[in-house]
């Protein structure tokens, strides 16, 4: 099979897919035994019968639960989200200014994890128990094993706090306009709109929360790197070639770790994922106005329709990167065939 | 070979390293030249150490809550403070005494001899922030558009007959039957009187079926339309409300020119903001933060809440059969150490509330409640045919209360003292969501739960408390022909002095019976910079920003 079609069966397929995630995750928020209303009404709302009604009917509530889902595949189908009922406005309104936040804040925290994670791993598989090695498996420990909140609370203190060497909380400086909006990441809309000083502020509060978001899937690319590199490294032709005289330099990068990457492209992949969905500890302490916080204030308030896009984009996230990783493995190693 | 390898890589990593210290900013990079010279001057503007909050800006964090910033919308925690910025009603409290009412955009009132009418005599000349003048039309509408919107705080309407205009600065309010909390309601920002011509223009409407057809809400939540010291700006959600002073305010412009809203989760994190300088208030910090910012020389301004967290047992005997009895519930009530509770748990942030209505209310007084008194506790348990104590369930919600006292805490400290007179409690842990649904149904025998203010009026925790069936009684079942009388008659009657006795009297018969029992009313702490002059808190709007100016 070509690849193009693998890619387009893999798309078709997603349909289904992302439609029975709905399914369960509407099924899920209704185990919840309590009343979306009681969440958003106050007590003296409730008693009053035409408030009830008329919240029921205007977010969809007044009609059996079956209906209730049917009516959300329906519109979902046509592209619309539904409104949520913590922010009064589209679901895909509220995405669209959410998303580009995390997004924003992934992508930085993805650089990390692999222009650290990957370094890290190849140093201590070269240098097996000697300092580098002992070196990276200290910092992979720690990223792996401090909780976020704790990292981000310590590193604002040190580095915000007391040396000053980094801004506080938030995405800009309180004084900088923001750049207008296009893509929703402050970055690169500053860079579009060649806005230097906004682009440099938005950098620079960037910096701290991507490398705390980015901290746990650093230490597990790096472990990940290094023992699968100290695997080939093992390999016959890894002697052959350095038999046949290339230079160590060629050997490690052209035939060592070409294919050491594998599982650490699966890793990565995955982590794109497991970073999207996990950020809502570091959107909180520093503030990030992202998706982990709107899901966050979505389940407290019972926001069926926002839980359900939120799962929604990640599921769609999680099955992208997965087709990925799988386009991936077969330009870093011809031996694998797609859709076999 | 592999020395040579090992300094190779060594070099990519400090490579790697110089560049990201250079985005960390240690030491500016030689930035680029600007695209937009005019932006930009020499100096580098955003580099960190200190930077100042201009003169006149003030820049506030605090957890947001904000769903709307439509006053006919709005009932969160955090939106008041927005809205009475922006907005003004008929009349309000000074300063912190919320026993009286005084005039604001309304000059002076009638209340006609029988308690159903209210004339409202408008003060004349005061402009919107779109230049139109303020007349009785723009409060009719206003109040209409409330009900009519069917939102949240529409039910504050219920108590409404009919409005009238009955000149251009003279509107009539007729009530369905007396209820003597009604000014004490029009303090609410829900309440404000918007520019009924603007909110027109936005595809507002006050009609009756204004909850289908109304769709100013959006335009509301980025403008203001109305007469308050500031105009709304711009609020982005998650991130921050903006607020310019209204140069034609009709009290004379504020001192701050404008004001900064930011939503900041983290309390910790505000600390650091507030001590590097980048904000002037930090409204979340708990009691170890501010101590720690006073120590530093930082302003803290105090003051009461009307939130409180309050026990309550049912008095079913289906759902206990112990604590159905009076003396049972009584003796829980005498079990419990109050003063370890405020300034062992709370370290003073908190004043004992003694019963169900919060202090410096009409008709209240502190010294009302049960004294922590084990021995009577055990007397009455024999008294209860307990002599040797109970078991019951106490379900509580796994939040953190007002005034940062998280419920597991105070869970635990209340089983400890209970313990001590042989009552034994099984604590369960809930979802907040989970908790309440179960408590309305009236299914706990026992929990501890908050309550914040609808409006700054006895009257707003006699009825859902003391009458028969009320929001709150019926989850314990709270049942005393008395008390509801009371709790009824003391709303409809206009003299204060008398409202008061009989609010007094109320509260000794609910503490007798015992279903609900006032733990804490939180104290509010808040950070303030030692620049920042008139901050003064306020239970319902948090802060008035147009008392404030820096130094």
């Known amino acids: ?340 | 070979m592999r020395k040579h390898t090992l300094f190779r890589l060594t070099v990519l990593i400090a490579l790697f390293a110089l560049v990201i210290s250079a985005c960390a900013g240690a030491t500016p990079a030689p930035t680029p030249k600007p695209a937009a010279p005019t932006k930009e001057p020499t100096t580098e503007p955003t580099e960190a150490k200190a930077p100042e909050t201009g003169g006149d800006v003030l820049i506030v964090a605090r957890s947001l809550d904000i769903r709307t910033l439509d006053p006919g919308r709005q009932y969160e925690i955090t939106s008041p403070m927005i809205v009475h910025a922006a907005y003004e009603t008929l009349v309000t409290f000074a300063g912190t005494d919320y026993t009286k009412v005084v005039p604001n955009l309304a000059e002076r009132w009638e209340i006609s001899d029988d308690g159903l009418t209210y004339t409202f005599y408008l003060r004349p000349n005061v402009k919107f922030h779109t230049g139109n003048t303020m007349t009785a039309k723009d409060v009719k509408f206003s109040f209409e558009r409330l009900r009519n919107l069917k939102d949240n705080p529409a039910w504050l309407m219920d108590v409404v007959d009919k409005i009238e205009v009955v000149d251009d600065l003279t509107v009539k309010i007729t009530l369905k039957e007396p209820n003597a909390a009604f000014l004490a309601m029009l303090v609410s920002p829900n309440f404000s009187v918007l520019d009924s011509e603007a909110v027109k223009a936005h595809g507002g409407t006050s009609a009756e079926d204004a909850d289908k057809t109304d769709t100013a809400t959006e335009w509301l939540d980025q403008n203001s339309a109305g007469t308050g010291p500031f105009i709304l700006k711009g609020w982005t959600r998650g991130v921050e409300v903006v607020l310019e002073r209204n140069p034609d305010y009709w009290r004379g412009p504020a001192k701050l020119s404008k004001v900064i809203v930011k939503d900041v989760r983290d309390p910790a994190t505000q600390r650091m903001m507030i001590a590097g300088g980048d904000i002037d208030v930090a409204m979340n910090l708990d009691v170890d933060l501010i101590q720690a910012y006073k120590q530093e020389g930082g302003q803290v301004v105090e003051g009461n809440t009307m939130d409180m967290v309050y026990m309550a047992m049912t008095t079913n005997p289906e759902i206990s059969e112990p604590l159905s009895k009076k003396e049972a519930r009584q003796a829980v009530a005498y079990a419990i150490d109050y003063d370890g509770i405020i300034n062992d748990l709370m370290r003073g942030a908190a004043i004992r509330l003694p019963s169900i209505i919060p202090v410096g209310l009409l008709g209240t007084d502190p010294n009302l409640g049960y004294p922590h008194d084990p021995a009577k506790a055990k007397e009455l348990l024999a008294k209860a045919g307990y002599p040797d104590g109970f078991t019951v369930k106490m379900v509580y919600p796994n939040r953190t209360f007002a005034g940062g006292l998280a419920a597991e805490t105070l869970a635990a400290k209340i089983q400890a003292d209970l313990a001590e007179v042989g009552i034994k409690l099984d604590l369960e842990p809930r979802e907040p969501v989970a908790h309440l649904a179960d408590y309305r149904a009236g299914k706990l025998a026992m929990t501890i739960s908050p309550w914040t203010p609808d409006f700054l009026d006895p009257h707003g925790w006699a009825i859902p408390f003391a009458v028969k069936g009320g929001s709150a009684a019926k989850r314990v079942y709270y049942d005393n022909p008395k008390a509801s009388e009371l709790a009824i008659q003391a709303g409809k009657i206009t003299d204060p002095e008398k409202r008061a006795q009989m609010y007094l009297e109320l509260q000794k018969i609910m503490l007798d019976d015992a279903a609900f029992i006032g733990l804490i009313q939180p104290k509010v702490l808040i950070a303030v910079r030692p620049n920042v002059k008139g901050y003064v808190f306020n239970p319902v709007w948090w802060v008035d920003f147009y008392e404030i100016s820096k130094e």
């Open chain 1, 1 to 340: 099979m070509r690849l193009w079609q693998y890619i387009l069966r893999r798309i078709v397929f997603m349909v289904p897919l992302l439609i029975s995630v709905t399914l369960m995750a509407f099924i899920v928020s209704h185990l919840v035994p309590a009343d979306p209303l009681g969440m958003v009404l106050s007590e003296r709302a409730m008693n009053n019968p035409e408030i009830v009604q008329a919240y029921r009917e205007r977010w969809g509530l007044d009609k059996p639960l079956h209906m209730q889902y049917l009516i959300y595949v329906w519109n979902l189908l046509h592209g619309d989200f539904g409104d949520s009922i913590a922010t009064q406005r589209p679901i895909l309104r509220d995405l669209a200014q959410f998303l580009p936040a995390t997004l924003e804040l992934t992508l930085a925290a993805m650089v990390f994890t692999i222009f650290l994670g990957i370094p890290f791993g190849v140093l201590a598989a070269l240098y097996r128990d000697r300092w580098p090695d002992h070196l990276t498996r200290v910092l992979s420990t720690i990223g792996v094993s401090v909780p976020v909140f704790w990292l981000g609370l310590l590193l604002l203190n040190a580095l915000y706090f007391h040396l000053r060497l980094l801004p506080g909380p938030g995405r800009l400086d309180p004084y900088i306009t923001p750049p207008p909006t296009r893509t929703g990441m402050i970055t690169v809309d500053s860079l579009l709109a060649g806005d230097w000083r906004a682009f440099w502020s938005a950098l620079r509060h960037l910096f701290l929360p991507a490398l705390v978001l980015g901290s746990y899937t650093m230490g597990t690319v790096s472990r990940i790197t290094r023992s699968s590199l100290l695997d080939v490294l093992a390999q016959d032709y890894i002697r052959t070639a350095r038999a046949k005289g290339l230079a160590e330099w060629t050997v490690i990068l052209r035939h060592a770790l070409r294919n050491a990457l594998i599982p650490t492209v699966t890793v990565v992949g995955l982590s794109f994922g497991d970073l999207m969905s996990g950020a809502v500890l570091t959107e909180t302490i520093f503030s990030w106005p992202g998706m982990g916080r709107y899901a966050v204030l979505a389940a407290s308030y019972l926001d069926l329709q926002a839980i359900m896009g939120v799962t929604l984009v990640i599921a769609f996230t999680y099955v992208v990167v997965n087709l990925l990783v799988d386009i991936l493995y077969a330009i870093i190693d011809p031996r694998i065939q797609v859709g076999t």
